[in-house]
């Protein structure tokens, strides 16, 4: 079980990805093997925020696609619940990026959390063999839902 804590920031509001994040989240659980319920937080926020995320805590000056923060480096149980953290996508550039990969905006969002799930739940792309596996990973889920590019 997922309890998605789910804020759109942005002016994006005829959109909800809400349900395609739940479905992807609680068959990534399955596939890592994680029975007990876990808690995140999704928001989708604007350029100037996820702009403003990268710089103060990356020491990033520039805009990104997705960030996401551990709760912490090892899963802590609170009320039962694995608290995994906290992913923020930058819808617009995710729509940009849907533009110049032809594929729909739908598709880049559910990538982008995917790929933000996945480091919340210790994935990294640090070194190739890193890379390899979570990109293996990030397809099989994608395929999964037919979510295809």
Do not use: W
Not at 36 to 55: A, M, Q, T
Not at 62 to 75: G, L
Not at 120 to 136: G, R
């Amino acid at each position: 079980m997922v309890e998605l804590y789910f804020k759109n920031h942005t002016h994006y509001d005829n959109k909800s990805y809400h349900d395609d994040f739940l479905k992807i989240a609680n068959y990534t659980l399955e596939l890592f093997k994680i029975s007990k319920p876990v808690e995140l937080s999704v928001n989708i926020v604007s350029r100037n925020k996820i702009h403003e995320i990268n710089k103060t805590y990356r020491k990033i000056d520039r805009v990104t696609d997705v960030i996401s923060f551990e709760f912490d480096e090892s899963f802590i149980e609170v009320d039962g619940y694995l608290m995994l953290g906290d992913i923020f996508i930058c819808e617009s550039k995710a729509i940009k990026q849907a533009k110049e990969y032809n594929h729909s905006i739908r598709r880049e969002m559910c990538f982008l959390f995917t790929h933000g799930l996945l480091h919340l739940l210790k994935m990294d792309h640090m070194n190739k063999e890193d890379e390899k596996k979570m990109i293996a990973m990030q397809e099989k889920i994608m395929n999964h839902f037919e979510i295809f590019r």
